[in-house]
């Protein structure tokens, strides 16, 4: 049996996605082998970014920043949202710099079997920024497989009760059923981006 110390850094390691119980021990043993100075480095950063990444109370992406540099960008298209389900989602888009709206983090999917966990996403902070704001379009750019599809026919019933006007948009099909949104080269997203099609 591990020292206590040692048995709660592997199950901290252990809660990482895709983290098994040996990985969280060879990652353990790593920085005990790499001596004090690795683990303080490792240390200072994770306080750094508890202490200066926020929630931005606008779309939901983590910036150091209040509101985050999309949201505060009055060169931006103020009137268009794409909802994402992550933050990384957010990056792999601006990189194409085909987009010049806002955004919105759902922190998340629908899981069809687990529809309790509703209530985890950032859905009712979508809804009020559609509510509040002078929103013409709604793009909902979610990986094209049983989760995304879920999500996207939740959040189409849910604004059309807000707005039944309220164009509604998706990524076109030129992404592949099943694909990783976040693995989708930038030929194939860019396209998705520029045809994106309304969800009707």
């Known amino acids: 049996m591990y020292p206590i110390p040692i048995q709660n850094l592997i199950k901290a390691f252990g809660k990482l996605p895709s983290v098994g119980q040996r990985t ?49 960008n009055t060169k931006r298209d103020q009137h268009t949202i794409c909802v ?22 759902l922190r998340g999917v629908i899981k069809a079997d687990k529809k309790g966990q509703i ?28 989760t995304g599809e879920t999500t996207i026919m939740f959040l189409r019933q849910k604004i059309n009760i807000f707005n039944p006007n309220l164009k509604i948009t998706r990524l076109a099909r030129g992404l592949p059923v099943g694909s990783d949104l976040q693995y989708a080269d930038e030929i194939t997203l860019e396209g998705a981006i520029k045809n994106r099609t309304e969800d009707n």
Request: with cysteine.
């Open 24 to 72: 969280a021990e060879r990652y353990v043993f790593h920085l005990l082998k790499s001596g004090k100075k690795e683990v303080n480095e490792l240390s200072k950063v994770l306080t750094n970014l508890s202490d200066n990444i926020k929630s931005c109370p606008m779309c939901w992406d983590f910036s150091d920043k209040s509101p985050c540099e999309i949201c505060s």
């Open 84 to 105: 994402v389900s992550d933050s990384q989602n957010i990056q792999i888009i601006e990189k194409i710099g085909k987009y010049n709206g806002l955004y919105h983090v």
């Open 119 to 146: 209530k985890d996403l950032k859905i009712n902070e979508l809804l009020n920024r559609i509510k509040n704001n002078e929103i013409y379009e709604i793009i909902l750019a979610f990986n094209p497989d049983l």
